[in-house]
């Protein structure tokens, strides 16, 4: 059974730094790209930034520079470093794991998830 749970999330100062992670086990990590979504209150879930098989990462405008995914993948686990926290990054972080190459309804394009962590940023 393919879990992924996140952690590190909670109550922070902006500015930061916050470091997330994802464990996941079920599956074989090396072989899934992975992504970072994050669902502010009444927001869609928002893709922000994603990891190749290969480590090749992107990111959406509004975090490069700040954010940075990597993956462990001895370890099986994804990060998300995250710097200069502003509170617009108040949201529930989630992982997901193996992208689909297929459309599946309410899937956000990814296999697997994980719950989420939250994180409030305050000023």
């Known amino acids: 059974q393919v879990q992924l749970v996140e952690s590190g999330g909670g109550s922070v100062q902006a500015v930061g730094p916050l470091k997330l992670s994802c464990a996941a086990s079920?599956?074989?990590?090396?072989?899934?790209?992975m992504a970072w979504y994050r669902q502010a209150p009444g927001n869609e879930r928002e893709l922000f930034s994603r990891?190749?098989?290969?480590?090749?990462?992107h990111y959406v405008d509004s975090v490069k520079g700040r954010f940075t995914i990597s993956r462990d993948n001895a370890n099986n686990t994804l990060y998300l470093q995250v710097d200069r926290l502003t509170t617009d990054a108040t949201a529930r972080y989630y992982c997901?794991?193996?992208?689909?190459?297929?459309?599946?309804?309410?899937?956000?394009?990814?296999?697997?998830w994980g719950q989420g962590t939250q994180v409030t940023v305050s000023s």
């Open positions: 079920g599956y074989i990590f090396d072989n899934c790209n």
């Open positions: 997901a794991a193996c992208k689909l190459t297929r459309y599946i309804a309410g899937s956000y394009g990814y296999e697997h």
């Open positions: 990891i190749s098989t290969f480590s090749t990462t």
